[in-house]
């Protein structure tokens, strides 16, 4: 209603983002996305990223409580901006965990200790903190969800989904994407996005 906004975190398409914006403003009110580039742990300890578009109005009396959530905030413009900038942070996220689980498991069938391999990737200019966290855990075999493999999976077919409205060919997501789909058929769905490496031990 007229005088009321509403903020959407959730992460969505842009389309989807633009009819829910559509449905907000009809009533008079005002409209934010604001999807998060985040998971369980920066959420719990307010070190989240908000990707926000829309209404700026709303954006800066949102100012407050995205900084009491999160470590950074950026408005993008016309809703869908927001969920768009998501889409592509997850795909490259998506993809590296991929080639990350594909180069430890290279490296163990090749007779190399995976450890050393986290530690020589630490030092050069691959060094990540998704890596150095995710790393140590997929070793072991455990795959505690921050962020569930079947989202990541969804995120992945909304890029690809991205690229064809703007006519921009993913060859390296499109892969990635398949593999996701392989391990999300393995039961892995609940799991972490990391267990993708289970996936690729079964090729």
Known sequence: TKGKGYVDVSTVDSS?????????RSKGGQFLEAPVSGSKKPAEDGQLIFLTAGDQALYEASIPMLEAMGKAHFFLGEVGKGAEMKLVVNMV???????????????????LKQSQILEVMSLGAIANPMFAVKGPSMIRGDFPPAFPLKHQQKDLRLALSLG?????????????????????SLGLDDSDFSAIIKAIQNF
Do not use: W
């Open 164 to 184: 064809d409205d703007v006519g921009q060919e993913l060859p390296v997501a499109a892969a990635t994407n398949e593999v996701y789909k392989r391990a999300r």
């Open 93 to 111: 996220m998506g993809s590296m965990m991929a080639a990350f689980s594909e180069g430890l498991e290279l490296g163990r069938k090749s007779g």
């Open 16 to 24: 989807t983002s633009q009819q829910i914006a559509a449905a907000v």
